[in-house]
C-alpha cells in the first residue's frame, strides 16, 4: 500500500503533517522441542497488540504527527514516541539524538554541528540537545522522506499525546536517558510530569489511552519505577548486546521492575527458548520490528510473519512499521 493509493487518507495526513494541528509458510526451523506449558497467568494474550513503529513509518516520516495519524486510521492498538530532550527540558518525539538524519538541519543551522568521532571517522552531527525547541520547530522533518510531507514539524510529546489520546495507546520510549542525565537532565521526572500534568497517571486517563513505557537501559525503567510504582507498564528493550537479560537471572531482575521484554526479534528466532522463558515468568513479550521491506526468506507477508511471531514464539504483541498489515484473528 502507499499513500498515493488512498487518497482521501493522504489529505487528512497532510494537514497534520504541515502542522495544521500544533499467508506463506514458515521457513524450516530446527526443533526446540515443545514449548512449555505456561501458567494460566501468562498464557499468550487473547488479543495481541499492534504497535505503530515510529507511527505508521512505512507510509510517512517518522515520529511526525502524520505518522502518528496514520498509524490511527490503520488501528494501531498503540502509537511509540521515541523521546528526546532540547537544550531548555522540553520532550520531542525523535528516534536520534541528533537532528540530520530527518531534518533539514544542516541547512538552516549550518554552523551549529559538532564533530564526534563514529566508528574512526570524525563527522559533523547536530545535536538535539543543543538545540532549544523554538529552533527545532523551525525544521522541516518530512521532505527527507517524501516531497508530499515537507513543511512537517518534530512534535513535542504533548503534541503527541494531544493527537493519540482517547483514540490508541502510547508506548514512549526513554532514549539515551544518561546522556541527558550528564546534562543535568532527568528524562524520567519529566516523562512522568507530563504525564501527570494531562492526567494520564489515572485509572481513567489510561482507560482511554493505555501506556508502555519502554526502554534499553534498565536504569532507567528502575527509576521510573521508583517514581511512579505500577502506575505505568514498563517494558525492558534488550538488544543483541543485552542477551542476558533473557537468562533466569537476567528475566528474574526485569520481573522485579517490569512487566514485559521486547527482545530483538532475531534473538528469539536464534533460540526460541528465550521467549518461553519470558513468558515463563510473567513477562509480555513485544518483539521489534516487522518490515514489508525486511521479511525473512520463506513469509509471504507481514501478517504470516507476525503469526510465526505469536503463535511459535509466545510474543503478545509486535512493533512494526505496517500497522495496517497486522493480522487480526
Known amino acids: 500500500m502507499s499513500l498515493k493509493q488512498t487518497p482521501c487518507l493522504v489529505s487528512v495526513v ?7 494541528v500544533a499467508c506463506g509458510e514458515p521457513p524450516q526451523r530446527g ?8 501458567a494460566a497467568t501468562t498464557a499468550v494474550a487473547a488479543d495481541p497488540v499492534n504497535i505503530a513503529h515510529r507511527g505508521a513509518s512505512a507510509y510517512a516520516p517518522e515520529h511526525t504527527l502524520a505518522a502518528y495519524a496514520l498509524a490511527i486510521e490503520m488501528g494501531a492498538d498503540y502509537v511509540e514516541q ?11 518525539c525523535l528516534h536520534d539524538t541528533t ?22 571517522e570524525m563527522r559533523q552531527v547536530w545535536r538535539v540537545s543543543e538545540f532549544t525547541l523554538e529552533e527545532i520547530k523551525m525544521l522541516d522533518a518530512g ?41 543535568g537532565f532527568t528524562m524520567e521526572e519529566e516523562l ?8 494520564l497517571d489515572t485509572h481513567e486517563g489510561q482507560a482511554a489511552t493505555p501506556i508502555y513505557v519502554q526502554s534499553f537501559s534498565p536504569e532507567s525503567l528502575k527509576r521510573l519505577h521508583s517514581i511512579a510504582g505500577d502506575t505505568y507498564r514498563l517494558i525492558q528493550l534488550i538488544g543483541g548486546s543485552q542477551k542476558a537479560l533473557l537468562n533466569e537471572q537476567g528475566l528474574a531482575d526485569v520481573a522485579s521492575y517490569a512487566t514485559g521484554v ?24 513485544h518483539p521489534y520490528t516487522v518490515s514489508a521491506t525486511r521479511l525473512p526468506e520463506g513469509y509471504a507477508d507481514v501478517g504470516a510473519y507476525i503469526r510465526y511471531l505469536f503463535d511459535d514464539l509466545r510474543a503478545t504483541g509486535v512493533f512494526t512499521d505496517n500497522p495496517d498489515l497486522f493480522p487480526r484473528h
Open 192 to 199: 512522568v510530569r507530563v504525564f501527570v500534568a494531562n492526567g
Open 31 to 38: 526443533t526446540p522441542g515443545a514449548p512449555p506449558q505456561l
Open 99 to 120: 537532528l540530520n538524519r530527518t531534518t533539514n538541519v544542516e541547512e538552516v543551522f549550518p554552523d551549529r554541528a559538532t564533530e564526534v568521532e563514529i566508528r574512526g
Open 262 to 285: 521486547g527482545p530483538a526479534i532475531q534473538l528469539l528466532v536464534d533460540d526460541p527458548s528465550l521467549g518461553y522463558a519470558a513468558r515463563s515468568h510473567g513477562l509480555e513479550l
Open 82 to 92: 521515541d523521546l528526546q530532550l532540547t537544550s531548555d527540558g522540553v520532550l520531542v
Open 14 to 20: 497532510l494537514l497534520v503533517a504541515l502542522g495544521l
Open 143 to 183: 521532505s527527507w522522506f517524501s516531497e508530499e510531507f515537507a513543511g512537517a514539524r518534530v512534535p513535542t510529546f504533548q503534541e503527541a499525546i494531544d493527537l493519540v489520546r482517547g483514540k490508541a495507546g502510547m508506548y514512549p520510549e526513554t532514549k539515551a536517558p544518561e546522556e541527558y542525565e550528564a546534562l
